[in-house]
């Protein structure tokens, strides 16, 4: 169905040839009225459709938080698989190592329908990130929709190939990094809808630590405990893609939260969290006002 979709989205083209022949035909005003307001939906149809997913543009965001001064380099949600028109990974770090960001996080859903068979030849360009990179795994990545399981669960495959190609996954993990002299704790957890992420992990590290929280979804962040939410100096996460289809009011209704996000920064009960708003497409493969991007996160400590 999502492959019919895809495809059949090419018949635009005639339709719009259809609708600008028969428009020098029309007479009556209403008429033509009615069949340019037919040519500039279907105009908007293949900007969204042919144009603005094979957009990626670089977003600068400036935040203070309780870590050393760095720069971060933040992609999500490119949703390899079924479609075919997101942007390729290659044009993604070739953007991120124009930058050069002092570390780079991925926060989850790499495939869309993916076949693991696909997996090398559609992330092959990762390998060639400059900076330390650390990832972990979305719900697409695990199969797992809002309502259950519908994809198949690639993550054991995909968290070996990037390991391989140089990119740590996290997995309920912790991990660091080392800035100027100074340990950077990485929390890599599980997906919140999975319901395996382990919010304990929090537990682990002190607000004496530098600590970062990768967490896909960002719901996750009203699970951390009370007593432990404080150690996490910035929570980094993906998800929504903004709204993708970015239909003024409609698409609130289609971020997949069942909290109040975006994209952005927020601040969840003083935790700071920055939401990426992806590259890729799930649902259609439209994207409409939420241009694809990689998000550079300059830390001003």
Not at 66 to 75: N, R, Y
Request: aromatic fraction near 10%; avoid cysteine.
């Amino acid at each position: 169905m999502r492959a019919f979709i895809f495809y059949s989205s090419y018949l635009v083209f005639p339709i719009l040839a259809a609708e600008g022949y028969f428009l020098f035909k029309l007479k009556s005003k209403k008429s033509r009225i009615i069949s340019i307001a037919l040519i500039a939906a279907s105009l908007l149809f293949v900007y969204a459709r042919f144009i603005e997913p094979n957009i990626l543009v670089v977003k600068h965001q400036q935040i203070e938080a309780e870590l050393p001064s760095m720069k971060i380099a933040v992609f999500s949600d490119m949703h390899y698989g079924v479609y075919k028109n997101a942007v390729s990974i290659e044009r993604i770090v070739e953007k991120v190592n124009q930058e050069n960001p002092d570390v780079v996080f991925i926060p989850g859903d790499f495939a869309y329908y993916l076949k693991k068979d696909d997996i090398k030849k559609v992330l092959a360009g990762i390998s060639k990130l400059k900076a330390p990179a650390f990832a972990i795994i979305g719900n697409h990545d695990l199969g797992v929709s809002r309502d259950g399981k519908e994809e198949d669960d690639i993550s054991v495959e995909l968290k070996e190939f990037l390991e391989d190609a140089g990119v740590r996954v996290l997995k309920n993990e912790i991990d660091e990094f080392e800035i100027s002299g100074d340990k950077i704790k990485i929390i890599g957890l599980d997906d919140f809808w999975s319901g395996d992420a382990d919010y304990d992990l929090l537990k682990k590290v002190s607000q004496n630590d530098y600590t970062i929280v990768l967490a896909h979804n960002p719901d996750a962040v009203y699970e951390f405990s009370k007593e432990s939410r404080n150690n996490a100096d910035l929570v980094v996460s993906g998800h929504t893609h903004g709204g993708q289809i970015r239909i003024p009011i409609l698409y609130k209704l289609a971020i997949p939260t069942e909290h109040d996000f975006d994209h952005g920064l927020y601040n969840v009960d003083g935790v700071k969290t920055y939401i990426t708003p992806g590259i890729g497409m799930t649902g259609l493969p439209l994207r409409f006002l939420m241009l694809p991007r990689v998000d550079i996160i300059e830390v001003k400590s």
